[in-house]
C-alpha cells in the first residue's frame, strides 16, 4: 500500500536510503529449485556501477550483495529471498549544505511536504541508488525467464537530440554493450560521447530515451482489462527515476497513422499464424501476441547541475544551488540494467499468473 | 490477480462483455456519507456515447445505470457500491460471420489462445463497451474529489495529423464541450472534422491525442518508489483500449533538454513555495507537488475498418475480413469521459492513501 | 481493502445489503473452460433457504441467481463472473420501529459509529442474507474443486448443549442430508429437534458447532508464514456471521496434550507415506499433508429474540426491544452451505496459487 | 502471494530460516514522525529468549536487531523500515542426521513435498525461530497504539491441563511479569512449574493456552464483511507455530448459551453508550465496539521429543527418531510476545485502513 512493493506472484518490496547503512529487497514467490545465477546478477550489478565514461563520474561503491535467506545449497527453495548491499562510499557532508535546501526538479519539496520528515543525505529513498535492489531482483528474474528462452535486451536510442537513425534495426548484443554509452550505432555512439563531453563542460545534463526488446515471449500474458501487459510494464517503466514517458510498439506515432496503415494482418506462416507487421509491439489486448516485445522509455535530464540554479529552502527564503561531490553528466546509459530488471519482473510475474487462467 | 480490479482503497472491479446481460461493477472504499451525483454521472455517460458526428456513428445504447447497494437515501453507506449496464442493443448477428475469424490489430486471436475459449461477439471483454463502468465508477470519483475543489479536465489535442498549435494554452470546460470532436482550439476543431469525413469516406479510421490537465491536486499525493502517481497514472491511461504511449510534463520532449532547461526552479510567490515552470507536470519523486498535472495520451486508429483487410481463421486459413454493422471512425472524442475517470480513479485512491501516511 | 473481497488467485468480491434491491458478487480469477454446474450451485442455494423446519421460519426468498458475466455457452471464460440475486420479500416496515435503535449483540451501533450512516432496513450489510453470494461463489469453487476429487462436507455437531458423541465418525452425506438440523447422528438429530421446540416457545435462540472434514485434498495447499492453509480457513470461516471460534485437527484439546500423545507419527503403507494418527487434522506446517482436512466452528445463538429486551437508542435513551417478523431459533444448520463454500473458496485459491511454486 | 506478508496498510514482509545467515523483515507503511521506541522493542525480544526457566532451556541467541533503513535521527521516515537479527548460535551439525528424515508433526514432509527442495537445518522457514521478526514489527506496532492509549496484555491461562480458574480477572501486568510461565494467577504458576518438571523428565513436552486482552481499542476498527477484526485476528493467530485453535468473547461456551444469556444488553452509563456484559468480546458484526477485546489461543505440545518416536524417511524406510541438542518443553510462555505483536500488527493495520471510511 506504502507503493515499495511491485509484483504480484513474483512480488519485490525494496528498501533502503542512498545514506542509510544499505539498500535492499525481498523477493516473495520465487519458485522453488531455480539455480541461482550469481555471475549473472553481478554483471548486471556492474553494468548499473559508475564508471569513468563521458557520461558517469559519480560516487562508486563495490556493491557487493549479500543472500539472506531463500537459498540452499545453491537454490531457490520457495521461502522469500532477501538481500543487501551495504552502502560503503557515502559523503553525508556532501549533503550538508542541502538539509534546508530543495533542490530543483529533485523530489526534497514533495517528501518534505508529504512525510514531515526526511533524510536529505543523497537524496535518501528518491535517490536512484534505491535501483540496485531492482537491478538485483530483476536479474534473478530475466535468468529464470532466460530458462523459457525468453531474452530481454535494452539500448540506447537517443542521448539529447541525437539519436540512432534504423530504431527497429536488430542490433546484437555485442553492438551494445560494445558501445560507452549502451548505443548500438557505432557512429551514433560517437557523435553522443561527443555531445557528452560538450556538455559536461558546460556543467549540464542530459536525457534521453531507451529502447527494449523482449524476444521469444510467449502467448498469453497479460491480465486484462487493468493489469494488461503494457500497462504493467508502463508503470514498472514509470517508476524508474527520471522517467517522462513510455510507449510501445509504433507509440505515439500510432495516433497519426490511419487503421489500414497501422493494423498488422494476420498471416499463416510455416503452417502457423503470424502477423505481417508489428505495429503493435508484440502485444494485442492486453496480452502478448508472440511477436517482439518493443517499447520506448523517455528520460528527462538529471537534475543536479554542476552550475548554480535558483531555488528555495524550508525556511521560505530564496538561494541559490550548485551540485557538490560526485554527479553524472547524463544517467541513461546506466539505466540499461534497470530498464532490463522492471522489464523481467513484470514478464515474470505475468508469466505465473497465467498459469492459472487453465486448469 | 486476474487484472480486473483497479484502486487500493477506492477500489473497482468490472465486470461484462460487450454482448453479455450486463457490464457494470463493485466500487469497495468508497468513503461513507457522499450524497451521489446522479446527474454528473449521467452527464459523463452520455459524453461517453456515440452521437452521430463525423467520428462516430456507431452502436446506440440507452446505457441507465442501475445502483445495487451501498447506497441508502442518496448517501454512499461505506459498503460495496454495485452498478450494472444492461446491454440492449446486441445485434449478436453482426458478428456471426466472426466466430473463426481473428479480425487484425484486435485481441480476437490473443484471447483465444490465452484463455482457448472466446465469447467473439462484438469483441466480448476486450470490446471499448467495457469502459462504461469506468466511467461510472470515475464519475463517482471525480464528484468526490471535487468537493476537494480538486477538478479534472481532458481535451483532444490531436486527431491523425491534425494537432492543436498551443497545447499548453488554458482552454476553457467551454470551449472543449463547444466542439464536435472535444478539441478547444475551433480552427484546428474545423480541420479535424475535414479530415474525419474524408477518411470515413476511404473506410478507414483514425487515432490521435488526448491531453489531460489535474487542477489543484494537494501536495503529497503518490507512493514512492514503486508506486509513484504518475506511473500509475500511466498504467491507468494504458489500460484504456487503444492507448499506445503515456506522457506526463514535458515528457518525451524532456529526453532532448538540457538540464538547466528542463528543471523548474523553486521561488516564493506571496510568501508560498512555487515553481518557475512546470516542465515536471506537477509531480516530482513520485508524489504531486501542487503544480497542474499534465499528461498526453496517444491513441491508435480503430481496428476495424469498413474495407477488406487480409487475416486467417481458427482453422488456419487466410481470409479477406470487412467491418459490418456500426463502427466509430474515430474513438478519441468518446474517450474523452474515460480518460476522466481514470484519473478520478487513480487520483481518489492516492488521496485515500495519503491520510496514513502521518498519524 | 475495504474488506469485502476474499482469495488472492480465486477472488470473490460481495455486495448488497439485506433490503437492499440485489445481493451478488464478481468472481475474478474463474479458470477458463469450466461448464458451470447450475444444478449444483442451486440445490446449494436451496440447502442455505429458511425451510419451514423447528430451526428456521423466517422470511423466504425465491434465491434465483442471474449470472451477468464471463460465462459463454455455458463455460466460464476467463472473465468476471458476475451475479446477482434480488430481494424480493423484503418487509421494510418490520425494521421501521428499528430505525434509531441499536438491537443488542447486533452490529446497529458498530455500523453506526464506524460509517455515520446505517441501512438499518434488516441488518442492511451485517445480515446474514449476504451471505447468499457466499454460497453460489463457493459452490462454483466447489463444483471445481470436485474435478480434481476433493469433496468437502460439514454437519451439525452441537446444538445448544447437545453434541454428537462421536464426532470423528465417518459420517455419509446421506446421514448429513436426512437430518432436518444436518446431524448425521440420529439420536442427536431428534434431541437437537426437542430442544429447540422448547426454547423457540420460549422465543429464545441457540447456536451451536459445524464440523467440517475436506476430504483427498491435495498434499502441498497453504503458503507459509502467514497464508498458513489452516490460517486462511480460520478467517474465512471467522467471517461468517455469528462465528466465535475456529479450531482444526484435535484443537484446544491439543493444548491438554502431551506432544507423545499428540504427534502423528509417519508411517508406510501400500509403500506409500501415511500417518497414524490425524491430531494435525490434515495440516502441518500450515502445509496440507494428503490427510483428511478436519475442523470445528462455534456459532452463538441469533441475537435477535422474540422476547423483550434492553437497550438503548441514537438519542441515548434505554428502550426496550423484541424482535418482529420472521426470524429462525437457530441458524447453524443453515450455515452448512455457508461453511462448505467459505472452504471451497479458500481451498481452490490454495490450489491455484501452489500452480506457481515450481515451474 | 507466497504468504510471507501479514496486513495492508501497515504491512510486514518477513524473511529467514533457523540456520540461515539472518531472520528480518521489512514494514511498509509505518507512518512518519514516529519516535522509535528501542527499549520497549528490545524488552519484547528479551521476552521470546529462551531462559533457563522450567519451560525453556533452549537454544540461546544474542538476537541483536540491526535496523537498516526507515529511520532517520531516531524517527520513522514513511519510508520502508528493514531490520534484521543474525542467527549466531546455529549447530547446523545437531541436524544433519535429520537431512534425510521427517519428524513427526513438524513440517518436514509438507514443505519437502510443497517445494521439492528443503532447508533441513533446524526446521528451515518452519523454525519458531521466524517469529522474532513479528515480535520486532509487532513491538514497533504497539509502541504506536500505546500513543493512542491502546494496550496489549497478554497471559497464560493454561499449560497442559492446569488452568487458571478464573479467566475473566482483570490481572496486572505485573502480575503476569513475575510468572515464570506469564501466568498471573500465584497459585496455578506453581502447578505448571511442577507439572513441567515431571514433563520434561519424561522427555516429553506440553501445549496450553494463551489469554490475550486489548483495552481502549477506539469504536470502528475491523472492515465487514470478510476483513472482521475478529477475522484478521484469528488469522494472525493461527499463523503463529503450534496455533491450533482461537475464539473470542465466550468463544465455543457461546454454542451452548440461549441468546438471552449471551446477548450484551446496552446501556447507558454516565450519559455514554456501554453494554451489560461482554460476551462479544470487544467485538460486533466484525467491528470494535469500545469494549474490551479478549480472545483464547490454544497451542499444541512441542513436536520434537527428548525421547525415540516412529517416523519415515525421504527413502520411505521407517526410522526412530529423538530430539538432539537444545529444545524447550513448553513454548506457551515463549510465546506471551509474538501473541501481543500479532495482535498489535493487526490492530494497527485497522487502525489505519479505519482512516479513509470517513473523509
Request: proline share 6%; glycine share 12%.
Given at each position: 500500500m506504502a507503493g515499495n512493493s511491485i509484483g504480484q506472484l513474483f512480488k519485490l518490496t525494496t528498501f533502503g536510503e542512498s545514506h542509510g547503512s544499505a539498500i535492499g529487497g525481498i523477493i516473495d514467490?520465487?519458485?522453488?529449485g531455480i539455480e541461482i545465477d550469481y555471475q549473472f546478477i553481478n554483471n548486471k550489478i556492474a553494468n548499473r556501477k559508475a564508471n569513468d565514461s563521458a557520461a558517469s563520474t559519480s560516487r562508486k561503491e563495490p556493491d557487493e550483495v549479500e543472500f539472506l535467506s531463500g537459498i540452499f545449497e545453491n537454490k531457490s527453495t520457495g521461502t522469500p529471498i532477501a538481500f543487501l548491499v551495504r552502502?560503503?562510499?557515502?559523503?553525508?557532508e556532501d549533503y550538508e549544505h542541502l538539509k534546508d535546501a530543495f533542490r530543483p526538479s529533485h523530489a526534497d519539496y514533495t517528501y518534505s511536504q508529504k512525510y514531515?520528515?526526511?533524510?536529505y543525505r543523497g537524496g535518501g529513498?528518491?535517490?536512484?541508488?534505491?535501483?540496485i535492489a531492482r537491478v538485483i531482483a530483476g536479474a534473478l528474474a530475466e535468468s529464470i525467464l532466460k530458462k523459457f528462452g525468453i531474452s530481454i535486451s535494452a539500448f540506447v536510442s537517443s542521448i539529447g537530440n541525437i539519436s540512432?537513425?534504423?530504431?527497429?534495426k536488430n542490433f546484437s548484443q555485442n553492438e551494445i554493450d560494445s558501445s560507452e554509452v549502451k548505443c548500438p550505432d557505432l557512429e551514433t555512439s560517437k557523435k553522443m560521447l561527443e555531445l557528452l563531453t560538450k556538455v559536461k563542460a558546460e556543467g549540464d545534463t542530459l536525457g534521453g530515451i531507451i529502447s527494449c526488446r523482449i524476444l521469444n515471449c510467449p502467448i498469453g500474458l497479460g491480465e486484462p482489462v487493468f493489469d494488461k501487459l503494457h500497462a504493467d510494464l508502463a508503470k514498472a517503466m514509470m517508476s524508474i527515476n527520471a522517467v517522462k514517458g513510455f510507449e510501445y510498439?509504433?507509440?505515439?506515432?500510432s495516433s497519426k497513422m490511419k487503421g489500414s496503415e497501422m493494423n498488422d494482418e494476420l498471416i499463416i506462416e510455416n503452417n502457423k499464424i503470424g502477423f505481417n507487421t508489428n505495429n503493435s509491439g508484440g502485444i494485442l489486448g492486453g496480452i502478448s501476441n508472440g511477436e517482439e516485445i518493443f517499447f520506448n522509455i523517455a528520460f528527462k535530464p538529471i537534475?543536479?547541475?554542476m552550475k548554480p540554479q535558483k531555488s528555495v529552502n524550508l525556511q521560505n527564503e530564496e538561494i541559490s544551488i550548485e551540485g557538490k561531490g560526485r554527479h553524472d553528466v547524463c544517467a541513461v546509459p546506466r539505466a540499461i540494467p534497470i530498464v532490463e530488471a522492471m522489464a523481467a519482473l513484470t514478464l515474470l510475474d505475468h508469466f505465473l499468473r497465467n498459469k492459472s487462467v487453465k486448469i
Open positions: 514467490g520465487c519458485p522453488a552502502n560503503t562510499n557515502t559523503k553525508s514531515g520528515i526526511r533524510d529513498r528518491a535517490s536512484a541508488r534505491e535501483t540512432i537513425p534504423e530504431i527497429n510498439g509504433s507509440g505515439f506515432m537534475s543536479t547541475l
